[in-house]
T-cell receptor, first 117, second 111 residues
Framework: ETGVTQTPRHLVMGMTNKKSLKCEQHLGHNAMYWYKQSAKKPLELMFVYSLEERVENNSVPSRFSPECPNSSHLFLHLHTLQPEDSALYLC????????????????FGAGSRLTVL | GENVEQHPSTLSVQEGDSAVIKCTYSDSASNYFPWYKQELGKGPQLIIDIRSNVGEKKDQRIAVTLNKTAKHFSLHITETQPEDSAVYFCAARNTGNQFYFGTGTSLTVIP
């Protein structure tokens, strides 16, 4: 496998469920990101991890909980979500978070399409 | 913070014609401007980028221009082909290393 892999590709859950999204990168990158993509809106940065440490948290509700156990894996744990949380959740990675422009070029996964009923 | 606006939201062109997508940004300190192409069912893929010390960059049929004074940058696709049909996103990176994205342009190339 190469690039950034996200699972599951589609997820339907009720508001009381607990589920997790998984992201794995095979690029040897040091930074990983979660973005939310909603129709007609810009991509919203949710979380950034650099060398397994969280460096950005853009006022995301606590019902979204990230986990980065190592530099290759990133999870997004979901619980008690709302219907407005339905969106495409994109994982991305980059060589580094800071530094020269070429170092934090983002490579995206295909996304996990989440529907909250 | 940075604010990126992208126009148009939809664009249809005949195969072989050129397509131009424009973005403006608000933070004059932003220093890096990538363009992403997102095909149906896939994640965004980087197609071209430009740094703030460069005015134009070209890669085969794709070019990007940057006007720092006016704070706008544009994507130019020449000799469009049906496989160019996708959603295109511009982005600007600020000095905090955070990317701000436009709302996307849905390009349809009509055979």
């Amino acid at each position: 496998e190469t690039g950034v892999t996200q699972t599951p590709r589609h997820l339907v859950m009720g508001m009381t469920n607990k589920k997790s999204l998984k992201c794995e990168q095979h690029l040897g990158h040091n930074a990983m990101y979660w973005y939310k993509q909603s129709a007609k809106k810009p991509l919203e940065l949710m979380f950034v991890y650099s060398l397994e440490e969280r460096v950005e948290n853009n006022s995301v509700p606590s019902r979204f909980s990230p986990e980065c156990p190592n530099s290759s894996h990133l999870f997004l744990h979901l619980h008690t979500l709302q219907p407005e949380d339905s969106a495409l959740y994109l994982c991305a990675s980059s060589q580094d978070f800071a530094g020269l422009a070429g170092a934090n070029v983002l490579t995206f996964g295909a996304g996990s399409r989440l529907t909250v009923l | 913070g940075e604010n990126v606006e992208q126009h148009p939201s939809t664009l249809s062109v005949q195969e072989g014609d050129s397509a131009v997508i424009k973005c403006t940004y608000s933070d004059s300190a932003s220093n890096y401007f990538p363009w992403y192409k997102q095909e149906l069912g896939k994640g965004p893929q980087l197609i071209i980028d430009i740094r703030s010390n460069v005015g134009e960059k070209k890669d085969q049929r794709i070019a990007v221009t940057l006007n720092k004074t006016a704070k706008h940058f544009s994507l130019h696709i020449t000799e469009t082909q049906p496989e160019d049909s996708a959603v295109y996103f511009c982005a600007a990176r600020n000095t905090g290393n955070q990317f701000y994205f436009g709302t996307g342009t849905s390009l349809t190339v009509i055979p």
